[in-house]
């Protein structure tokens, strides 16, 4: 695999604004922005209307005043939800975000984006398709989000209706089978659990031609370890600590 095209920051703010916000809102944007960042990360899944807005987990729960799998709500109800006030008061009645304002949050901060694909359970093909069609559309003229996700057929699916978005497979732990599954969705990067990341490895990947992004680095040694062995990219909480002029 060739290098690719790569016109990303070295630091990604996680979830928008790390631990500094209610993750995955505007808010957090905000507070990415405000901290300088040139970057974010979130995640992305449907509506059961095939609206698409931004949650992490697949259950309202954590994250908001809603309860149940997110999926299967449409997306007048999920709009009435606050998933601001579980994380502080000073964030009560925030709501979830929509992809389309997002994009034009990220364009007013001049902010790149890494789309994460968190498809609700037996919704990956159709939730890739979606989020990689309105990417397309909604980051036009400016720098192609950068597609990433754990779910394989997400990707595939993205790939299959938009090949020119760049993707990134997600790993938690260390798959034998990156090289394969890599090269099958023509990836620009891989995105891996610091944890299972070591020199050795770090280096495997780059002569393979892959571009890595390391999540989540909160400590800024390992953060240091990570970029001097090679690493492109790290994904943060503390945004406040591991800043986009972090060395
Ligand atoms: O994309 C990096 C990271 O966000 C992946 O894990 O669970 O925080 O979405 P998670
Ligand atoms: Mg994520």
Same mark, same amino acid.
């Given at each position: ?21 209610? /993750? ?52 007048? *109800? ?15 009645? /925030? ?60 990707? /595939? ?23 394969? *599954? ?12 610091? *944890? ?9 990947? *780059? ?41």
């Amino acid at each position: 695999m060739s290098q690719k095209n790569w016109p990303y920051p070295h630091i990604v703010a996680h979830r928008g604004g790390g631990k500094l916000a209610p /993750e995955n809102t505007l808010a957090a944007i905000d507070i990415g922005a405000k901290y300088g960042h040139l970057m974010i990360e979130f995640d992305a899944k449907l509506s059961n209307d095939a609206q698409i807005f931004l949650l992490h987990d697949d259950t309202l729960d954590r994250t908001s005043n809603g309860w149940g799998i997110a999926g299967e709500l449409s997306w007048d *109800k999920l709009a009435k939800l606050d998933a601001g006030s579980w994380f502080s008061r000073d964030f009560n009645g /925030e709501p979830l975000a929509l992809l389309a304002d997002v994009a034009a949050r990220c364009r007013q901060h001049q902010m790149m984006a890494n789309i994460e694909i968190k498809p609700t359970t037996n919704s990956e093909i159709e939730t890739g398709r979606a989020i990689a069609q309105a990417a397309a559309q909604l980051w036009q003229g400016q720098t192609a989000p950068l597609l990433s996700s754990f779910s394989y057929e997400a990707l /595939e699916a993205a790939m299959q209706v938009e090949p020119e978005l760049p993707r990134g497979l997600l790993l938690h732990s260390w798959d034998k089978q990156w090289q394969e *599954k890599t090269t099958a969705l023509d990836c620009v990067s891989i995105h891996l659990n610091h *944890k299972v990341l070591s020199a050795a490895r770090v280096a495997e990947l *780059k002569a393979a031609g892959l571009r890595i992004l390391a999540y989540t680095v909160n400590n800024p040694e390992r953060a240091r370890a990570l970029l001097k062995w090679g690493v492109d990219a790290i994904c943060t909480d503390r945004i406040d600590i591991i800043g986009p002029d972090f060395t």
